[in-house]
Structure formats: structure tokens, C-alpha cells
């Protein structure tokens, strides 16, 4: 299982060089990714992005957030030598920083080290809880007492809720990737909680996703526009920065403070 995860990812890199499409094609829901986690960056802090595929997202925290030094790290080895290969490109120095490394064991970072860690669709490619537990209490150990875990990842109930609404209209459910588990918002929370952890929950992409899994299906002719090109998408990544909620959205945040 882990090698087929992992091999996915190796060809990904490699098809798709430094574009967002070697993490996910869906350009808007990276953008809304971005802007969430990065609201969360602490002015001169120390990063760690886990999962950073080809840092094109940690090249734009970087740019956009400004903290002190940023560390992107992925388990796909050609994901970690694009990105070194962009940072060389762009002339950047000690600021940013890409490694090869595992959720599930940090072994190159000692306690404490972080103040703010965050994963992005990196917990569900863990192909069992156990493991996705064992990747989560690395986040919370390379956190500096104080600091901030963001698991930015894929649940359950709302891919439920969203495949509810396919159903009243005939639509075929929409399904998990094979290289993906997606998590349970409940289970999460017992864990968390069970650890003395404050969290909160930021739904920050229901509305894209009732309008993009759903809503364009019943208006626009979907076969005209492969994978994630169709334009109506636009407009409810546009409605998604001034509203959202409802409980649609796949992609949420929990916020994690470690004491």
C-alpha cells in the first residue's frame, strides 16, 4: 500500500515539474488552502510544511507571510528535488529549506523546534488510523510548547453529506482516491480531545465544494470541461472568500494550540 502511495506521488512530480498540479489540479482549492494556513503564520516564526510536494505553496507562504525560516518537507524524493531546484532558480537562501522526510517519524527534527507545523492532505495518505495517530503526535512533537498544529486534510462526513445530495439528483457519488483515507471529524476530535488539546475547526471551503461537486452539475455541461477547468468553478472560489459553512466542505482546517 505504502509503496503504491508513494509511487503515485514520485510520478506526479515528475509529470507535472514545479506546477500546482503535481498536489491536486484543482488550482482554487490550493489558493484557498494557502490563504487559510497562512492567516495562521506567526510574524518571524519557524515553520514546518509536511507535505510539501514542490513547494508551490511554500514558496508562496514564504513570499506572502514572510517568516523567519520555512522547512518544506515530502516522502516523494522528486517532489523534494523539484522544489530544491526552484529555490536555486529563484536565487533563495536559508529562509527556505526542502527535505526529504516522514509525517509518521521526523526523525531529522528533536522536540520543540517549530511554531507553527502544518499538513496539507498529508494525514489521508496514511493508509490506516493507527498511522495517521502516529503522524499527528509528530506534528505535535516538533511543535515548540505554545505553538500551532494546522491539519489541513480531507473527512468523511461531508464527502457523506455532498454524495446526500447526488443521490436526490441521480448524480454518481463522488469517491476517495485510492492513495487516500480520509478522516473522521468525530474521531479526530475524541483523539484531540483525549490528549488535552484546544482545537477549533475552520470550514473553509463548503460553499466551493457544494457549488464545484454539485451546483455545476445541474447548470453547466460538465462533459465539456475535463477534470477541474470548468469556469463556474471561479465564481464559487470567488463566493467561497465571502461566505462559507453548511458543512459540505471535504478540505477543513483543525487548529491545534499545543500547551
Known amino acids: 500500500m505504502q509503496d503504491f502511495i508513494h509511487n503515485y506521488w514520485e510520478n506526479q512530480a515528475i509529470s507535472h515539474g514545479d506546477s500546482h498540479e503535481a498536489s491536486w489540479g484543482d488550482k482554487y482549492m490550493i489558493e484557498l488552502e ?26 508562496r507562504q514564504l513570499e506572502q507571510r ?87 486534510e480531507a473527512f468523511w462526513e461531508p464527502l457523506q453529506l455532498l454524495n446526500a445530495l447526488r443521490l436526490i439528483k441521480q448524480l454518481p457519488p463522488l469517491e476517495e482516491h485510492d492513495f487516500n483515507r480520509y478522516m473522521k471529524k468525530e474521531k479526530l476530535e475524541r483523539f484531540l480531545s483525549s490528549h488535552g488539546l484546544n482545537y477549533r475547526c475552520e470550514e473553509f471551503s463548503s460553499i466551493y465544494y457544494l457549488g464545484s461537486r454539485f451546483l455545476r452539475e445541474l447548470v453547466t455541461d460538465v462533459s465539456a470541461y475535463p477534470g477541474y477547468s470548468n469556469p463556474i468553478n471561479k465564481d464559487f472560489f470567488e463566493l467561497e472568500n465571502r461566505f462559507s459553512g453548511g458543512g459540505f466542505g471535504i478540505q477543513q482546517a483543525y487548529i491545534i494550540e499545543k500547551s
Request: net charge negative.
Open 66 to 152: 514572510k517568516p523567519r525560516k520555512i522547512v518544506g518537507i515530502d516522502f516523494a524524493p522528486s517532489m523534494i528535488e523539484m522544489a530544491i531546484k526552484s529555490k536555486n532558480k529563484m536565487g533563495l537562501g536559508d529562509e527556505i529549506e526542502f527535505q526529504v522526510g516522514d509525517v509518521r517519524n521526523i526523525e531529522q527534527f528533536s522536540d520543540h523546534v517549530f511554531d507553527m507545523v502544518y499538513t496539507t492532505r498529508v494525514i489521508i495518505n496514511l493508509p490506516s488510523w493507527e498511522q495517521q495517530q502516529k503522524g499527528i503526535m509528530e506534528c505535535l512533537r516538533v511543535t515548540k510548547p505554545g505553538g500551532t498544529v494546522i491539519l489541513s
Open 34 to 59: 494557502i490563504e487559510t494556513i497562512g492567516s495562521e503564520i506567526p510574524v518571524d516564526s519557524t515553520v514546518l510544511d509536511i507535505g510539501c510536494a514542490n513547494g508551490h505553496a511554500t514558496f
